[in-house]
């Protein structure tokens, strides 16, 4: 299983980050992929969890309203777009996989930093 997070970087306030997934060596139509985030000095925070076979995505409650999950099986991706992020959506990224309540595999991070 490998997973590969992608597309961090500086985002301005107010504005929309957009961050993207890639997984291997599993079913990736048919599989829970996790959204998980870490900010310094806290521990990992989910995101977002997607069941990529129907598209079913379910959101932490800080995200609701303005994150949005979009998968792409046929290339075996899943994107999160966050909107009007904040200071506090600084932080690295991961990908994960596993079943709908238990992460098995974690893929690598990228940062995203929310600044002016």
């Known amino acids: 299983v490998q997973l590969q997070a992608s597309g961090g970087g500086l985002v301005q306030p107010g504005g929309s980050l957009k961050v993207s997934c890639v997984g291997s060596?599993?079913?990736?139509?048919?599989?829970?992929i996790y959204w998980i985030r870490q900010s310094p000095g806290k521990g990992p925070e989910w995101v977002s969890r997607t069941y990529t076979a129907t598209g079913n995505t379910y959101y932490m409650a800080s995200m609701k309203g303005r994150a949005g999950v979009y998968r792409d099986n046929a290339k075996n991706t899943l994107e999160l777009q966050v909107n009007n992020v904040k200071s506090e959506d600084t932080a690295f990224y991961y990908c994960?996989?596993?079943?709908?309540?238990?992460?098995?595999?974690w893929g690598q991070g990228t940062q995203v930093t929310v600044s002016s």
């Open positions: 060596g599993f079913s990736f139509n048919s599989a829970w």
């Open positions: 994960a996989k596993g079943d709908s309540d238990t992460i098995f595999d």
